[in-house]
């Protein structure tokens, strides 16, 4: 007989361009793994890297998220394509309805490095959209 392995199930929070609002998802995210929007603890601040947001940690806003449950092995699809932990870092952040949720941010001394510090964006709260416009 052949055992079957579990697989284990964690959540993921998506923010920005990899949110199911933008029309861009990656791969292992679909609406049948979707478990709902929310926003983080007030604790990240957004800044512009190219064309995307990112979040780095230690900030004084939310982020408005997507939460999604996936597997481990998809978890590793994920740190490899956002080259975790080179690039970002992958952080817990408990979200209440969701409980401990995994949260990609970009590493400061990445940010450092790629001067991400001299392009912060505003965020509004209420509409989960992000204005474009220089703090």
Known sequence: MQVTPVKRYVNVAIYGPLKSASGYTYPPLNQTNFQGSFHTPAQFKLY???DIPVAIKDGQEPLP???????GEELQQFDSLLRYPTVYDRI??????FGNTWLYVMSEGYAALAGVYQHPIKTTVSTNKVIGEPA
């Open 48 to 50: 512009q890297y190219g």
């Open 92 to 97: 817990q952040c408990n979200i209440p309805k």
């Open 65 to 71: 998220i997507d939460v999604y449950t996936i597997t």
